[in-house]
């Protein structure tokens, strides 16, 4: 059971350039997350998923976009790449079930760094 | 919004002793209070969560203790191990989503 697994693990961008990162889960989950941690921050909310075509902004959704178009993916996208947002970014999944709904599973991480 | 508060920042202790992580949340709708473990180079793990209708947890031997009405909750780590060093992050959660504090970077010396 692989869990949640998020490519690629490291990339250095330019500025003004565009990448996407992977995010995958196996465990039939509805609920996706990314967030990006910077050091003595914590974790920050990008975007957020409840299902398959439904998304929504977290606390820090500017410079990101994101898609939902089956249960299993939920990529992020940064259209013109700023050295703010080098960062470490977690892709996190849950049940929708009630109980099980804030308890997460997360990724391995994916380190950018914008030069 | 929720705003969590985590203290200390790091936290050295010798093989053994006992450790504890404390935090404080502004929201008082806020039911839901789990601790994540993160090992370096990894994502953060689930290791013990609290919900608002019990004052303590235990799991071996870490325990989580919540006090509703000073909106505070500790995570205590008792005889700790050199495998026990990792970033912790406490979180809260009500109606809207977790939010994190910023971390506990927890060193456990031999």
């Known amino acids: 059971n692989a869990g949640v697994t998020q490519t690629p693990k490291f990339r250095i961008l330019k500025i003004g350039q565009s990448m996407t990162l992977q995010c995958t889960q196996d465990m039939n989950h509805n609920y996706m997350y990314w967030y990006r941690q910077d050091p003595g921050m914590g974790l920050k909310l990008i975007y957020y998923s409840v299902g398959a075509g439904i998304t929504d902004k977290g606390e820090v959704p500017n410079g990101y976009n994101v898609s939902r178009s089956t249960t299993e993916d939920f990529p992020l996208r940064l259209e013109l790449a700023a050295p703010s947002q080098t960062s470490v970014y977690f892709c996190a999944s849950s049940s929708d079930r009630e109980i099980q709904a804030n308890v997460l599973t997360f990724g391995a991480g994916s380190r950018l760094t914008v030069l | ?110």
């Open chain 2, 1 to 110: 919004g929720e705003n969590v508060e985590q203290h200390p920042s790091t936290l050295s202790v010798q093989e053994g002793d006992s450790a504890v992580i404390k935090c404080t949340y502004s929201d008082s709708a806020s039911n839901y209070f789990p601790w994540y473990k993160q090992e370096l180079g990894k994502g953060p793990q689930l290791i013990i969560d609290i919900r608002s209708n019990v004052g303590e947890k235990k799991d071996q031997r870490i325990a989580v203790t919540l006090n509703k009405t000073a909106k505070h909750f500790s995570l205590h780590i008792t005889e700790t191990q050199p495998e026990d060093s990792a970033v912790y992050f406490c979180a809260a959660s009500g109606f809207q989503k977790l939010v994190f504090g910023t971390g506990t970077r927890l060193l456990v010396s031999p």
